[in-house]
């Protein structure tokens, strides 16, 4: 079993920018991938961004330039710099986990960015 506990969303202005963390913590395997989803309003969810264990990023193209994810091993979390943020980035952001063995979800934190 593994629990992801999100934190760092919130309400900004366009422009402005937040950061994202999210814990993993159980049994987590070595090889695995960690990312953020985001689902807006009436949308399917999608891709933001994930990283590797090894450091290897992939970026929606609408993010890419904006977002930066990132993580750190030792305590099992990755983060989400966002900047530059638009109304079209408003969602829940989910944290996700996933290896050759699971695959698991957070509970979502909301992101609001004001025009």
């Known amino acids: 079993q593994v629990q992801l506990v999100e934190s760092g969303g919130g309400l900004v202005q366009a422009g402005g920018s937040l950061r994202l963390s999210c814990a993993a913590s159980g049994s987590i395997s070595r090889l695995n991938v960690m990312g953020w989803y985001r689902q807006a309003p009436g949308k399917q969810r999608e891709l933001a961004a994930v990283i590797t264990r090894d450091g290897i990023t992939n970026y929606a193209v609408s993010v890419k330039g904006r977002f930066t994810i990132s993580r750190d091993n030792a305590k099992s979390t990755v983060y989400l710099q966002m900047n530059s943020l638009k109304p079209e980035d408003t969602a829940v952001y989910y944290c996700?986990?996933?290896?050759?063995?699971?695959?698991?979800w957070g509970q979502g934190t909301q992101v609001t960015v004001s025009s």
């Open positions: 996700n986990i996933k290896s050759s063995i699971y695959d698991y």
